[in-house]
Each structure stands twice: as C-alpha cells, then as structure tokens.
C-alpha cells in the first residue's frame, strides 16, 4: 500500500525544486539531466501520456508522442512534470522500485491510482507554476480570458492546467468546465465562486455557449455573456438576473469553458 503524501509537502518539495532554477519556464531537461533520468519519446497507442518505469536501478520517463506529446509543447511539459512526481515523491518513488506503482492499474489498486495520479498532477502544477511567481504575475491584474491566454504563455503551460491553477491561486474566482459529446466530465470552480452546482449534473446546458456548440454547431468567436441560470442550480430569484462571461475553448467532441463573473 502507498501511503497518502501531505499536499502541503509535495507543494514545498515541487516549488522547492522550480526555484532553484532563475527561469520562470521550469527547465524540465536540467532536471532530468542532474538527475540522471533517461527521456524518451515515442509512440505508444493510446495507452497513456507517459509513463515512469524502474529497470536495472534506473529510472526512465516515458512520453507518448501519439497523445499530442510533441517535444516542448506544453502538454510533454507537464506529462514530464508529473512524471517527474512518481520520482521525487518518497512514496512514489518507493512504489516504483518495489512495484507497487503499476503504471496500469488493475481493478483492485484503481483508487490508489487514482490518488497517486492526482497527487502527481498537483506536483506538477507546483512544479511549472510556483505559487510565489504565479501569484506575483496576477497581482492587481483585472480578469479576462487574456489573463490566462498569457499566464500560459509566460509559463508556457496549457490553457487548461493553467485555468486549473488560476482557479487555487488566481485573484478573481472562475469555474471551469470540461465537457465531452455534450456529457460533463468534470468541473472545478475557485473556493470564492458563488455558486458551486450546475444546472444539470452532468448535461452541458443548452442555453450556454458551449451548449450552443455542442447543440446547435455554433462556435464561439471569443467571450460572450451568460446569465446565472443558463448554468447554475438553485439560483435565487434575486439571483436570476447576474451575467457572467463565458469563454468556450472547443475541439471536435470536447470543449473547455471559463466562466467568471464581472
């Protein structure tokens, strides 16, 4: 059985380890570099994004080109980063060496999966976006979809894991919103955001602009507006009339909205 890790502590041991380094890009190759860990890129089907294996006492990360894991692209970034986690984390890393870390989990350790997967996500998210220089970046920023566009850029990270850590650290509160074939397939709001249910569990709202995307073909050229009660469940009367901004990031059978209010 691996153990739960603190999230306290594995926030110190990432951030710990980005600023050691002057860049605000974390540099993920120095890292694997002084740590001697063996980078490769290839295709692997559809299996995974990648995958940290234990061999002949080393170490070796492994990324899925197949899954849009181009080298440099954010989204290799933080596969690299996570898998950077099952490497620095005590419990992780002890895992892997006694192969209790599988990296395809059977029916009976899919919960300890899972965890281990969300504590490498969060590790990663500290790991390319340290709270001290995310924090600093958005200090007295006013909100706009702009803000996130260029926190990406400045971390070089992706739309989503950046939304993802806006809505922990930001200055403004937003939910965000992953949706698949019009079935939601998770959410995440800020703590601050005033209202935490969707209007329909777990079916896009057709009255949203993601909505509208997914039932009526219509694309979003940017922002638009949207009130409380095209989204959110248990909207007081006095409630109805607040308007939210909307921005829907669409792709094929996925689309990603932000929604904050003014």
């Known amino acids: 059985m691996i153990k739960v890790s603190s999230i306290i502590g594995i926030k110190d041991l990432a951030e710990t380890i980005a600023l050691e380094y002057p860049e605000i890009i974390t540099p993920l190759e120095h890292i694997l570099l002084e740590e001697d860990l063996d980078l490769y890129y290839d295709n692997y089907g559809n299996a995974f994004d990648g995958m940290t294996i234990y061999a002949d006492s080393l170490f070796h990360v492994h ?6 894991n181009k080298p440099g692209s954010p989204r290799a970034r933080f596969s690299i980063a996570h898998e950077l986690a099952h490497y620095f984390i005590d419990n992780h890393r002890v895992g892997l060496k006694k ?10 350790n899919e919960l300890t999966h899972f965890r281990i997967e969300k504590e490498a996500d969060y590790f990663a998210s ?12 958005v200090l007295r920023k006013k909100f706009d979809f702009s803000v996130i566009k260029t926190l990406s850029e400045h971390f070089h ?21 992953f949706a698949e074939n019009g079935k939601i397939k998770w959410k995440n709001c800020s703590k601050d955001f005033p209202f935490q249910y969707l209007l329909f569990g777990s079916k896009v709202p057709e009255d949203s602009v993601m909505g509208e995307y997914f039932y009526k073909d219509r694309v979003s050229t940017g922002t638009e507006d949207v009130w409380a009660v095209d989204w959110f469940d248990f909207v007081t009367d006095r409630n ?8 829907c990031i669409p792709h094929k059978n996925l689309a990603f909205s932000i929604i904050w209010e003014l």
């Open 240 to 247: 109805i009339h607040r308007k939210f901004k909307e921005h």
């Open 126 to 137: 500290c790991l390319l976006m340290p709270e001290e220089r995310f924090k600093k970046f």
């Open 157 to 177: 990270t992706s739309i989503t894991a950046t939304a993802i850590r806006f809505a922990d650290l930001g200055n403004h509160p937003i939910m965000l919103v």
């Open 63 to 68: 990324i899925n080109t197949f899954r849009g």
């Open 99 to 108: 192969g209790l870390l599988k990296p395809h989990p059977s029916k009976n």
